[in-house]
């Protein structure tokens, strides 16, 4: 049986690692924004204009996703104990 512990613990591992690949995507998307413009663009129907306002509106999502499902339930626990 799993206990709080283990639970934080996993909690706390999910949440370095994608705070970790969403730190990758910002700077790969940074870097090579030129690039990932135009592979996006080929691959999918979605005009050049548009794909910085998707990126920007990914990451934040993405970002929003590990506050309320990692660092929130860590942050409780990490309370509670």
């Not at 999918?44 to 934040?60: D, R």
Request: charged share 10%; net charge positive.
């Amino acid at each position: 049986m799993v206990d709080i512990h283990q639970i934080t613990t996993f909690l706390g591992w999910c949440s370095i690692i994608n705070i970790g690949l969403l730190v990758l995507a910002t700077l790969f998307l940074y870097r090579f924004k030129e690039f990932a413009v135009q592979f996006h663009s080929k691959l999918t129907a979605v005009s050049p204009a548009q794909l910085p306002s998707l990126y920007f509106s990914y990451l934040a999502h993405y970002k929003i996703a590990i506050l309320l499902f990692n660092l929130t339930p860590y942050m409780a626990l990490k309370l509670m104990f």
